[in-house]
Structures are given as C-alpha cells and as structure tokens.
C-alpha cells in the first residue's frame, strides 16, 4: 500500500463519516444519510481527478464506494452514542481534520504525478481537501465550512506548499504526502482548539 | 432513431418540464422558468459526459437545447391548467420519474460505451439519472430530492445494474438500456404510490 | 497582450470584485471574503475550460489567482467606502456587468478555438459568462442572479451571437472578442437602467 492508497482509504472514511453525522444532524432519513456520506467521501477526489483530465477513480472500481460505506456503517454506530448536537460534535470535527489532511495529500501526489506547476499542486491539494466538505454542505443548503472557517482552506493549502518544499529537498512524493497530512491536521486541529480566526472587513 | 437518442429526446423534455415546473412553483418569472427548466433537462448528461471525458452533448449541437426548449413550453402551457402546488403535483412526480427512468438508461448506455467496468457503469447511470434534479433543487436552495427520498436514486441504481444484467444474458445494448428504464420507472412510481422509505437513524 | 488576456484580466478583477462584496454584505470575515472572492473570478473560466477537455487556466500558472488576489485587495478598499447595502450597490452591479462582459468574450473565443460548433460557442460564451457570479451565489445560499433576472443570461447569449456574426464577416476573433464585450456589457448596462424583464408564468 503506497502514500495515496493510505491516504484515500483514511480520507474516504473520514469523510463518509462528517457527511454521515452532518445528514443525521440535518434529520435525513438513513437512506440521505448513506448517500450524502458517500457524496462527501467521493466528491473531493471525483472532481481533484476531473480537473487533471482522468476518469474519476470513483467511476472505475468499487474499491472507493466500498471503503466509503464503510465509513457510512461506522458513522451510523457513532451516531447512537453521541450525545447533544452533532453538527459541531468534536468527533466530527476531528474526523473532518482527518479527511481535510489526507485529502490534501492524494491531490498533492496526484497534481505532481500529472505534472502540474508547483502552483497547480498547491491549488488542486486545495481543491480536493475542501471539496467533500463544500459539497455536502451546499447539498444540505449551508454556507460552506471553507467560507465560514479561515483556517480550513489555509491549512490544505500551506500543506500543498509544505508537499512541494519538501520534495524539492530530494525527499520522495510518498513521504512528501505523509508530512503534508502531518502538517494539514496538526495546523487544522491547532486552529480549532485555539480558535485562530482573522477580522472581519 | 436508436435507444440513446430516444431515452434522450424523453428525458429532456421529462426534465425540462420538471425544472420548469419547480421554477413556477418558486414563483421565478418568464426567463427563470425557461432557464431552469433548460439547466435540469440538460444537466444530468453535461455531468455523464463530462465524467467520461467527452465533450458534452448539450455544446456540440443545437438538438438537446431545442428538445429541452419544447419541454419548457410544454411546461408553460402545462402550469395554467394545472391546480394548487405545482411541487408536488402528480403530473411534476410523474414527469419526473421518467425523466429518472430515461437518463438511467443514457448513462447506462454511454458508460458501458465508455468501456467503464460493470460498476463504473451503474454509478454513471444513477449520477446521469439523478444529477438534473439535483441541480435544479441546488439552484432554488433546497436540499436536492436526492437526499430527502429513499428512493429515488435507488431505483436509478438497481436500473444500472438491471442494464448490466440483461447485457450479460447475451441482449444488445439498445434493448437493455429500454428494460433498464422500464424497471426505473416502475420502481420509482410503486415507491410513490406506496410510500416506500427507510427508518431514520 | 491580445483580446484573450485583456478579456481575462479585466474579468477576473471585476468578478473577484463582486465575489469579496457579495461576501463582505454576507458578513463573512476577511478570509471568508478572499476566497468567495477567488472563486467567482476562477469560476466561470475553470467551469469554461473543463467542458472542452482542458486542464483549466486557474490550475496551469498564478497569473489567474494573482489577478483574482488583486481584485480581492481592491474589494476591501472600495468595501470600507461604500455606503449602504453592499449587496445592490451600483459599483457591485457595475463590475458584475464588467465581469460578465468580459468572460463571454473569453468563453467565445475559447469555444472558437476548440473547433466548437457555432452553436456551442454560444453556450460556451454563455455558460463561462454566468459560472463565477452562479457559483458566488450558490455558495452564499441563494437563488443565482442568472435565475432572477432576464436580463442576465441573455445578454450572454446574444454576445455570443454577435461574436459569431462578427466573425463570418471576416473579422479577425480578437476583434469579434471585443465587439462581443462591448454588446453585452451594453446590453446587461440598459436592461439595469431600464428593468428590463419579462412577465411571469
């Protein structure tokens, strides 16, 4: 199992579980539940592989819709045992910082192997870290945790620029992915435990 | 005319009618109405070919646009006789459903073309299927129809892998792709007519 | 600098622009407001370029994102100035009127170059003029402006007409280009000052 795999499997069941919780909270039936999670665990990495010209991995095997279900099953468990609101829960939140880093990552790896700028890697780490996240909350007609949070964009993309720094020193892409999911979720979680935000205009 | 290009003259008016509907029901005017209904008929089949890698249909000719338009007419006639909440109304469900039905079978049918694999096929039947009325439920701010009934991308599911049943019994395409939106549609009225959902968790 | 980078800066600004104010209105804080305002001067062109089967602009090189950052940067300033509710402000619908203009040009030339129809370049020119101020809204939770209002879409549409018109007159696309901005920003500048619409359903 190289860098990505990892990664994939980690974000995709992190994933399936914000979005699992986050349609529970939103009082959707068990069926909404299992398909808005699926959603967040495949949209980051559908449109990451759309951008870069690729038939999405989530087209060509069952491999990401299995791991995602179970992510779906794992959330169902949880949800029985959570107390008080989910949306906020710090569960979700951790698992939301999970995805968010290991997501960063698969686009890091997968914009370098495409043979993007620099910049491009950066970029569509980015993109595909806070694309889940994005699309489920857009489906459940929420303003985006990305536009609402200052440092939940921030941190994907310092890791996307952490990725290409650190390969640029001679290290390999797949232990570059493992620092910048490293980087992604310590940042993130700093973030949420010291309440790091910037003024409003 | 061959399955494709009938499923496909049926699903965009089917859709544009629903879309049109939905936009007199929000009580847009004239041209949102027109709008919308063009965006729901075409948007399930932008997305199928966009995933695969093609140009989409709805930029190369003029065809869909124009079925699309004759479902928006059709539509705009349709809302003066019909009475009290256009949403919920039987003829929108019913239009809506074949639409479903139909789009199943061209993501079915341009999947398989594709040369995904049986499972790629089946999700690119059920995202073809259900992506118009996502859009168009996205578009007026409401959490997408997608997640809020059990069945309605189930039935767009199991009619992906009907598609691929028949396929493997040795019957050409065309043929699968209309027992395809035959079994859809069917399913996706009997779960209206009886009600059919799924606990909540 | 030819009529395709003239047309790209000068909408990527002017969207950015509207995106930051959208935001600020919203009451987003200042991180919120850069990236809402990132995304709609990137929206429509990266939309634009992935329905023709390219790797989009935004994740090729900087220039669009530095661009995009200026606008951003010039939103603040104007934000502390303006009067009012940001949201309607006259320079808000001015620079959408630019952003607008600006981008059917460079999506009816992108369209002209990919060996679209005539046809396809329309709805290219269209689809690339109306994706950064959709996305703004949609992310914002709220009915895009391409619905609300008639004269919106259509200006796009038609200056995607004129762009083809010009063009079968032998003129040079990097004229036509300029010809098709001034039409529509004309065009979208009147149906404000007038209220243009259209009856309802």
């Given at each position: ?9 980690v974000g995709l069941v992190a ?6 919780l986050k349609a529970a909270d ?64 710090p569960a979700v939140l951790l ?107």
């Amino acid at each position: 199992m190289d860098a990505f795999d990892l990664m994939n499997v980690v974000g995709l069941v992190a994933f399936a579980v914000v979005g699992s919780l986050k349609a529970a909270d939103a009082e959707l039936d068990l069926f909404g539940v299992a398909v808005l999670g699926v959603l967040t665990a495949l949209g980051g990495g559908t449109m990451r592989d759309t951008l870069v010209g690729r038939t999405p991995a989530s087209l060509q095997s069952m491999a990401d819709m299995s791991v995602a279900v179970v992510g779906v099953v794992l959330a169902v468990v949880l949800s029985r045992r959570l107390a008080g609101r989910l949306r906020d829960h710090p569960a979700v939140l951790l698992s939301d910082a999970v995805g968010l880093a290991a997501f960063a990552a698969t686009g890091a790896l997968v914009g370098s192997e495409a043979g993007l700028s620099p910049y491009g890697v950066v970029i569509l780490a980015t993109l595909t870290a806070v694309g889940g996240g994005s699309l489920a909350d857009l489906l459940l007609t929420r303003v985006p945790v990305v536009l609402r949070e200052d440092f939940y964009a921030t941190p994907a993309l310092f890791g996307g620029v952490v990725f290409w720094l650190v390969t640029q020193l001679g290290v390999v892409v797949d232990t570059a992915a493992l620092v910048c999911a490293g980087f992604v979720l310590s940042t993130r979680l700093l973030a949420l435990r010291y309440e790091w935000e910037l003024p409003r205009v």
